[in-house]
């Protein structure tokens, strides 16, 4: 298996750029990178860079079981993440 890293931009997207291009980079032929983004802001960065590399976006969905009322439960939605996968 191939090594894999981590970035993260947790300052709201203000160095995701350079984040997004220092992994692409560092990528051999044929690697994958996959980005996630809980922001609007910060997919719209991801949607809009190297979108000819962008093999698919998926978003998730996570809910948890919360209790109602004595017995009875739901499920309680959280975030959304986005997934981005981007082919070199």
Known sequence: MPPAGVLWDIDGG???AKILEAGFSALKTGGIMVVSA??????????????EQLLETVQ????RATQLVGKYHFMK?????TLSVFKK
Request: charged share 25%; net charge positive; glycine share 0%.
């Open 77 to 81: 939605n959280e975030n959304q993440i």
């Open 60 to 63: 998730i969905s996570i809910a």
């Open 38 to 51: 809980i922001t609007l802001e910060a997919l719209s960065k991801i949607a809009d860079f190297k979108p």
């Open 14 to 16: 203000k160095r995701l």
